[in-house]
């Protein structure tokens, strides 16, 4: 079943804006990982936050984490035309396999 | 480095013939994940290795589809025959262990007709 789900699908916002998209899963994990597609090429990782840790930072990135909910967050300040992509969370579980949610889409005006 | 790189970057074959997929994994890693891309489904994982042993081929769609990793540096993803409903875009990607952050290479676009 799928682990991740995005939300919103889809995020249209002008340059300099903030961008929050979410991320909710099912099951208990081992950490949660946030990653960028550009179109037509392949994922990059941007940020890994474990189960027991609530938020972290990198950069522009925040992403904060809460278990009891079951749900995750990624916030972009200053958004940049560049940050145009697709944002996909990834969760593990016990099996260290990474479920991929169906990502958010988002485009940042100039 | 040079990343993960997969092989070729784009293919086009017909209903039934063989496809073979390569990667070459980042050196030193441990772990290769064989994904599967499309709109419908988003994005599936086929099959990992850990220390060339495959640990998990669930997701694997059907016999058609089979995946090697003869060596620490190489691995291949086959389908046979192929079939319209496999194009798809496929990455592998590489990791230092499970768990840890996973490279994605570029991904090879597969068009069956």
């Known amino acids: 079943s799928q682990q991740g789900e995005e939300d919103p699908q889809a995020l249209s916002i002008q340059e300099g804006e903030n961008a929050t998209m979410n991320c909710s899963y099912k099951?208990?994990?081992?950490?949660l990982q946030w990653y960028r597609q550009n179109s037509g090429r392949g994922l990059v990782h941007l940020i890994l936050?474990?189960?027991?840790?609530r938020e972290k930072h990198s950069g522009r990135l925040r992403v904060t984490l809460d278990t009891s909910k079951k749900s995750s967050s990624l916030l972009i300040t200053a958004s940049r035309a560049a940050d145009t992509a697709s944002y996909f969370c990834a969760t593990d579980g016990s099996n260290y396999k990474l479920t991929f949610g169906k990502g958010t889409l988002l485009t940042v005006n100039p | 480095d040079a990343g993960v790189i997969q092989s070729p970057r784009h293919e086009v074959t017909e209903m039934g013939q063989e496809v073979t997929l390569r990667c070459k994994p980042i050196?030193?890693?441990?772990?290769l994940f064989w994904y599967r891309q499309t709109m419908m489904r988003g994005l599936e994982l086929l099959i990992y290795?850990?220390?060339?042993?495959?640990?998990?081929d669930s997701g694997m769609p059907e016999d058609r589809f089979s995946a090697k990793m003869p060596n620490a540096s190489f691995s291949t993803l086959k389908i046979q025959p192929s079939e319209p409903r496999d194009s798809a875009v496929y990455f592998c990607?590489?990791?230092?262990?499970?768990?840890?952050?996973?490279?994605f290479g570029p991904g090879t676009r597969l068009t069956v007709l």
């Open positions: 990607a590489s990791s230092p262990g499970t768990g840890d952050t996973q490279y």
């Open positions: 099951t208990s994990i081992n950490n």
């Open positions: 290795f850990n220390n060339n042993v495959p640990i998990d």
């Open positions: 936050i474990r189960s027991n840790e």
């Open positions: 050196s030193g890693h441990n772990s």
